[in-house]
C-alpha cells in the first residue's frame, strides 16, 4: 500500500533536489580583482541566470555586441535587479560609451539597497568613465565615495 505513495515522493525529492539554483555567474572582466566581483543575488529567475552565462562566454569571446544584447535582454526580465545594470555599465566602460556607463551604474545604486560592494563597485566605474573623460575632479570623488563604501563593508 505504501509502495504507491514512496515512489512519487522519492520523485519528487530527486527533482526538487536537481532544481536547486546554482550560484549565478558575474560578468568577468580581465584584469579585475576576484575579491570585488558583484554576484547577482540568489533569487536571480534561472531564465536571466541563463542569459548571464552566455553574456559572460560572449564577452570572453570578445563579442560585446552579442553580450549587449543578452545582457539587455537581463535587465528587461528583471528591470529591478541591481546587479544586472551593473554589468550592463561595466560592458558600456569596456565599450567606451562612457556617458551610458556613468548612468547605468547611477540607475544600479539606486536600486542596491544597502548592497556596500555593488554600490562601492558602480562608483569605480563612474570614476574610471570620468576619468577617461578627462575629469580628474569628478573621478577622484567618484573614487573617494568607493572606499568609503568598502570600509563600510
Do not use: F
Not at 568577468?28 to 553574456?55: C, F, K, M
Not at 529591478?80 to 547611477?106: E, F, P, V
Not at 536600486?111 to 573621478?139: E, F, M, P, V, Y
Amino acid at each position: 500500500m505504501y509502495r504507491h505513495y514512496l515512489i512519487p515522493l522519492l520523485l519528487g525529492i530527486l527533482l526538487v533536489s536537481c532544481a536547486a539554483p546554482t550560484p549565478p555567474p558575474a560578468i568577468e572582466v580581465p584584469g579585475e580583482d576576484p575579491d570585488r566581483t558583484v554576484l547577482p543575488p540568489a533569487t536571480t529567475s534561472p531564465a536571466v541566470v541563463n542569459l548571464l552565462n552566455q553574456a559572460r562566454e560572449a564577452t570572453r569571446a570578445g563579442e560585446l555586441q552579442r553580450a549587449e544584447v543578452l545582457l539587455e535582454r537581463t535587465v528587461r526580465i528583471e528591470p529591478r535587479n541591481a546587479a544586472l545594470w551593473h554589468y550592463m555599465a561595466k560592458l558600456r566602460l569596456h565599450q567606451a560609451r562612457l556617458q551610458d556607463a556613468i548612468g547605468l551604474a547611477a540607475k544600479s545604486n539606486s536600486l542596491a539597497g544597502s548592497n556596500n560592494k555593488l554600490k562601492a563597485d558602480n562608483w569605480r566605474i563612474i570614476a574610471h568613465a570620468r576619468q577617461q573623460t578627462g575629469d580628474t575632479r569628478g573621478a577622484r570623488e567618484a573614487q573617494a565615495r568607493a572606499d568609503s563604501l568598502s570600509d563600510a563593508r
